[in-house]
């Protein structure tokens, strides 16, 4: 059974960093693309960052490009998110989502409609 789990979330100051994490069972983490969405109190889920399955495509929301970075290791089956010079506005519980490939290693979709399977979320607070 495929299962997510995220982990890393909490409160920071502004200009902090965390580390979210993904870990990944009921599948091989080559098989699928992983992407990280957040959603804020009251607003829709916003894609941030998404891996494709070969791990060679990345992709990037333009309101974190330069400060998170998503990376990936096969052996732990786990995907990370680095976060640093966090803003408020990053606030919101974080989700991984896998996206099962079947040979489109380097497709990263955007869509929360396209994704598979979910994590239950993590919280991330951003405040002095």
Known sequence: ?????????GLVQPG????????VSG???????IAWFR???GK???GVSCISSSGETTYYADSVQGRFTIS???????VYL?????????TGVYYCAAYVSEGRYYYTPREPNDFDYWGQGT???VSS
Do not use: H, I, P, W
């Not at 059974?1 to 979330?9: D, I, K, P, W």
């Not at 091989?28 to 693309?33: F, N, P």
């Not at 680095?82 to 990053?90: G, P, V």
């Open 44 to 46: 829709g889920r916003e």
């Open 27 to 33: 599948f091989t983490l080559d098989r699928v693309a």
């Open 1 to 9: 059974q495929a299962r997510l789990v995220e982990s890393g979330g």
């Open 72 to 78: 990936r290791d096969n052996v732990k089956d786990t």
């Open 16 to 23: 902090g960093s965390l580390r979210l994490s993904c870990a």
């Open 39 to 41: 959603q804020a109190r």
């Open 123 to 125: 919280q991330v607070t």
């Open 82 to 90: 680095q976060m640093n010079s966090l803003k408020s506005e990053d």
